[in-house]
T-cell receptor, first 117, second 115 residues
Framework: NAGVMQNPRHLVRRRGQEARLRCSPM?????VYWYRQLPEEGLKFMVYLQKENIIDESGMPKERFSAEFPKEGPSILRIQQVVRGDSAAYFC???????????????FGSGTQLSVL | GNSVTQMEGPVTLSEEAFLTINCTYT??????LFWYVQYPGEGLQLLLKATKADDKGSNKGFEATYRKETTSFHLEKGSVQVSDSAVYFCALSDPGGTSYGKLTFGQGTILTVHP
């Protein structure tokens, strides 16, 4: 069973371009979370999605950032008109269920390092 | 809001030394607490967790006890190995939230163990 797959591992963009980050959750997982790690900081929650639904986007910047998790295919984090401050590591995590059973576990991908020139 | 504070690194130890990485938290309610580890080039992996006060999480020789009175969850290991070199993250789950996966992380502590 493959783990959470993120691609690309490294992405370089010039200011003003668009960045698309992909995340394929583990097989059987229908919940996806995106986190951002700025230099010298911990991971910060961005958004929580289930198939075709955004459940919690309280950590997403109000402009230029969007996320989706379609019925088919990977989850996509999209950043329009990137700026240098968007340079960070972006991590995706998946889980099979939400809170309640006490046995939940998050599985993280290896991340995408976005560099904005 | 919720927050997690970890001791600043980097931490450098010799093999077989005792390890402590401090973690304190601020949260309303009763969060679950976690330690995640990130090895070079890999994603975060759950190391251990505790879901209520006085619980002790343990795995691979690492331990941490949920101390509600001091709002702490310090990570300890009696004898570290070179293979323990990694970045360690303390985290908590939103006690009032509906999503287990919405975690608040500390800034991470880099551990380097020398032979």
């Amino acid at each position: 069973n493959a783990g959470v797959m993120q691609n690309p591992r490294h992405l370089v963009r010039r200011r003003g371009q668009e960045a698309r980050l992909r995340c394929s959750p583990m097989k059987g997982h229908s919940h996806v979370y995106w986190y951002r790690q700025l230099p010298e900081e911990g991971l910060k929650f961005m958004v929580y999605l289930q198939k075709e639904n955004i459940i919690d986007e309280s950590g997403m910047p109000k402009e230029r950032f969007s996320a989706e998790f379609p019925k088919e295919g990977p989850s996509i984090l999209r950043i329009q008109q990137v700026v240098r401050g968007d340079s960070a590591a972006y991590f995706c995590a998946s889980s099979p269920t939400t809170a309640g059973t006490g046995n939940e576990k998050l599985f993280f991908g290896s991340g995408t390092q976005l560099s904005v020139l | 809001g919720n927050s997690v504070t970890q001791m600043e690194g980097p931490v450098t130890l010799s093999e077989e030394a005792f390890l402590t990485i401090n973690c304190t938290y601020t949260a309303t309610g009763y969060p679950s607490l976690f330690w995640y580890v990130q090895y070079p080039g890999e994603g975060l992996q759950l190391l251990l967790k505790a879901t209520k006060a006085d619980d002790k999480g343990s795995n691979k020789g690492f331990e941490a006890t949920y101390r509600k009175e001091t709002t702490s969850f310090h990570l300890e290991k009696g004898s570290v190995q070179v293979s323990d070199s990694a970045v360690y993250f303390c985290a908590l789950s939103d006690p009032g939230g509906t999503s287990y996966g919405k975690l608040t992380f500390g800034q991470g502590t880099i551990l380097t163990v020398h032979p």
